[in-house]
């Protein structure tokens, strides 16, 4: 299993991946919400639209803009089923466990936070 840093540096060579970043005015939106308001949103983007086990948009559920965790999600491949599985061997049909939940938040939230120092 690899550390929230192995899998950030590993989607740095995507370049599809690397080139999702937060604007100005999604900094401004973290500023303002502050990151337990949008670790809390993650949660929630995470096990409405990623979790369940059969999700009838899967692969158009997370818009490329909008709020800066869907920017994270396409930028961590964490968007849709299918990018799950190719990244991180996560199965599709299986509902998402809480542990799995957990971990791609954390790695959401790791990239905000990057995303935030730069």
């Known amino acids: 299993m690899q550390t929230i840093d192995q899998a950030l540096d590993k989607l740095k060579q995507s370049e599809f991946r690397a080139g999702f970043h937060l604007n100005d005015s999604d900094r401004k939106y973290v500023?303002?919400?502050?990151m337990d308001t949008i670790r809390k949103h993650a949660e929630d983007?995470?096990?409405?639209?990623?979790?369940?086990a059969v999700i009838p948009n899967?692969?158009?559920q997370t818009p490329m803009r909008g709020h800066p965790?869907?920017?994270a999600q396409h930028a961590c491949a964490c968007c849709c089923r299918g990018c799950l599985?190719?990244?991180?061997r996560v199965p599709v049909g299986i509902e998402?466990?809480?542990d799995?939940?957990?971990?791609?938040v954390n790695l959401l939230m790791a990239w905000i936070e990057r995303e935030m120092t730069t």
């Open 45 to 52: 983007f995470i096990a409405g639209r990623l979790a369940p």
């Open 69 to 71: 965790v869907f920017k």
């Open 96 to 98: 998402l466990t809480a």
């Open 85 to 88: 599985n190719k990244w991180y």
């Open 31 to 34: 500023r303002d919400k502050g």
């Open 58 to 60: 899967d692969g158009r």
């Open 100 to 104: 799995q939940q957990k971990r791609i």
